[in-house]
């Protein structure tokens, strides 16, 4: 199953000791993240559920003890702490996720489209999960400032995609999807999996670097 949509936000129910402002207290220097994998989970304060995060909720890791971990949510300027069951969440990282990116180059039509003063750049990645790999994957990419997924082009231009290729049920072909803004992948070890984005670039553009939440890979490019 793959390229299952969801949605993220929190189901308010807050005590005021939950929430702050965004510039209040201290962030540890190498933060570590979770994100929760079952919808309307619940968040824990001093032994009172205060609120509910959604599925594909991203969680800031504050302190972790036997099976639970204090988080922090962020919304907005705004964040809610509490504690919730790690059994409810998974790592929100891609170190653990071998990937291999295929060969491209960009071409002036994709799927009957043309971009005037573009082209599209079709990338194909290939994961290879093992063992140590979360059981899925939640990528968000509305914009280009707040995306976890995004083609870097040279140093500064970021690019999210124009499109993704995913399979709907029901369907033998997979659509390629250009309105869908997010994604979940969901992982199982030893079967790989490929996932095609295709992105507009600027005509004659070069160095292209996919960027996968935590994770910068080169694309290679065909001669």
């Known amino acids: 199953m793959k390229g299952r949509m969801s949605r993220s936000g929190l189901v308010v129910c807050l005590c005021a000791a939950a929430v702050a402002l965004a510039g209040e207290g201290a962030a540890p220097a190498k933060p570590k993240f979770l ?8 968040l824990n304060y001093e032994n009172t559920q205060v609120g509910e995060v959604v599925e594909g909720t991203r969680l800031e890791v504050r302190e972790a003890r036997e099976g639970w971990a204090f988080v922090r949510a962020w919304f907005g300027r705004n964040w809610s702490e509490g504690w919730i069951r790690t059994a409810l969440t998974v790592p ?29 750049l079709e990338v194909r990645v290939k994961l290879e999960p093992t063992d140590k790999s979360p059981s899925r994957v939640y990528f968000h990419f509305e914009q280009p400032q707040s995306a976890d997924l995004y083609l870097r082009i040279g140093l500064r231009t970021q690019v999210v995609p124009y499109g993704f290729v995913r399979k709907v049920g029901g369907m033998t072909r997979p659509v390629f999807d250009t309105k869908e803004k997010r994604q979940i992948i969901l992982l199982k070890p ?34």
């Open 35 to 42: 994100v929760v994998v079952q919808d309307k989970a619940a």
């Open 92 to 120: 929100d990282t891609m170190v653990d996720v071998p990937l291999k990116i295929a060969p491209t180059r960009p071409r002036d039509l994709y799927e009957g489209k043309i971009e005037p003063g573009k082209q599209f």
């Open 190 to 223: 030893g079967e790989p999996l490929i996932e095609t984005y295709v992105f507009t670039v600027p005509v004659r553009s070069r160095n292209f670097t996919l960027v996968l939440k935590d994770v910068a890979v080169e694309v290679p490019m065909r001669r």
